[in-house]
T-cell receptor
Framework: AQSVTQLDSHVSVSEGTPVLLRCNYS??????LFWYVQHPNKGLQLLLK??????LVKGINGFEAEFKKSETSFHLTKPSAHMSDAAEYFC??????????????FGKGTKLSVKP | EPEVTQTPSHQVTQMGQEVILRCVPI?????FYWYRQILGQKVEFLVS????????KSEIFDDQFSVERPDGSNFTLKIRSTKLEDSAMYFC?????????FGSGTRLTVV
């Protein structure tokens, strides 16, 4: 069965410094991997997705993630944090079949705080 | 950009009452989902719906839950007799085949 582990429940960075949110996954098949962001009282917004193409995936707002099969990791990074990046981030895996997307398995989330 | 719309954004109900959470998926999407997030916990899959029937459901989705697509545009989640532990954020999502779009969620508070 597939699962996702987000290694940090809370990460705090200063504005302008790099962001690293860590995620490890477990999957029986070739997974699709996603990062979603949730701002307070808002819905889930897709940041980026990996679907077996390029292992370095670029997303919105300057975020990117690298799929490393040997390490079963899909860490999210951003070179320079902005105050507006403060939110909760979810690493998500789905196992796709027959060309259709499977159900999503969410990690517990990492709350990112950005200090001025 | 097309959106998934959920109403209401926040609902408070008394224990034992029935609630209906409403969603309007994106019009050309074929697959519909409900997920929920209990405060402080993971987002969990509840049910998926395709071709006017449930295609998959989790163990959470017991007999007190039901889903409907009554008029070809709305997609509803009914909880028959709410319990305190049903308090959560409920997210609706839809997809044409690949690529979920989530709604903003309905925060359900059972008192």
């Amino acid at each position: 069965a597939q699962s996702v582990t987000q290694l940090d429940s809370h990460v705090s960075v200063s504005e302008g410094t790099p962001v690293l949110l860590r995620c490890n996954y477990s999957s029986s098949y070739s997974p699709s991997l996603f990062w979603y962001v949730q701002h307070p009282n808002k819905g889930l917004q897709l940041l980026l997705k990996y679907t077996s193409a390029a292992t370095l995936v670029k997303g919105i707002n300057g975020f990117e993630a690298e799929f490393k099969k040997s390490e079963t990791s899909f860490h999210l990074t951003k070179p320079s944090a902005h105050m507006s990046d403060a939110a909760e981030y979810f690493c998500v895996v789905s196992e796709d079949y027959g060309g259709s997307q499977g159900n999503l398995i969410f990690g517990k989330g990492t709350k990112l705080s950005v200090k001025p | 950009e097309p959106e998934v719309t959920q109403t209401p954004s926040h609902q408070v109900t008394q224990m034992g009452q029935e609630v209906i959470l409403r969603c309007v998926p994106i019009s050309n999407h074929l697959y519909f989902y409900w997920y929920r997030q209990i405060l402080g916990q993971k987002v969990e899959f509840l049910v998926s719906f395709y071709n006017n029937e449930i295609s998959e459901k989790s163990e959470i989705f017991d007999d007190q839950f039901s889903v409907e697509r009554p008029d070809g545009s709305n997609f509803t989640l009914k909880i028959r007799s709410t319990k305190l532990e049903d308090s959560a954020m409920y997210f609706c999502a839809s997809t044409p085949n690949y690529g979920y779009t989530f709604g903003s969620g309905t925060r359900l508070t059972v008192v």
